[in-house]
């Protein structure tokens, strides 16, 4: 079983910075790429962007692109989101999550096999 926790959310103001983490730990983990998520209100879940875990290569929604950096460090299985200048259409439960096969599809949330809990975050005007 592969555990993914997630830290990091928040409520921030409107044009803020904020990073969330997700460590993954568990015996059957297979360490092709992560991606983070995230579902707004009344919303689909949408992905927002990924990294692989060899060579970090990273992939980004439009929306979090130049706004949002993800970054891996290979030692403590752990991904990160950073977010700058957020805007309020940014709030949403923000999920990581991990697959089982690789796939160099890594928009779709059906590839992804193992979820965190999720961390709000809200960005108010």
């Known amino acids: 079983q592969v555990q993914l926790v997630e830290s990091g959310g928040g409520l921030v103001q409107a044009g803020d910075s904020l990073g969330l983490s997700c460590a993954a730990s568990g015996r059957t983990f297979s360490r092709h790429f992560m991606g983070w998520f995230r579902q707004a209100p009344g919303k689909e879940r949408e992905f927002v962007a990924a990294i692989r875990w060899s060579g970090g290569s990273t992939y980004y929604a439009d929306s979090a692109k130049g706004r949002f950096t993800i970054s891996r460090d290979n030692a403590k299985n752990t991904v990160y989101l950073q977010m700058n200048s957020l805007k309020p259409e940014d709030t949403a439960v923000y999920y990581c999550?991990?697959?089982?096969?690789?796939?160099?599809?890594?928009?779709?949330?059906?590839?992804?096999?193992?979820w965190g809990q999720g961390t709000q975050v809200t960005v108010s005007s």
């Open positions: 999550a991990a697959p089982i096969r690789d796939t160099y599809s890594y928009t779709s949330r059906y590839n992804y096999n193992y």
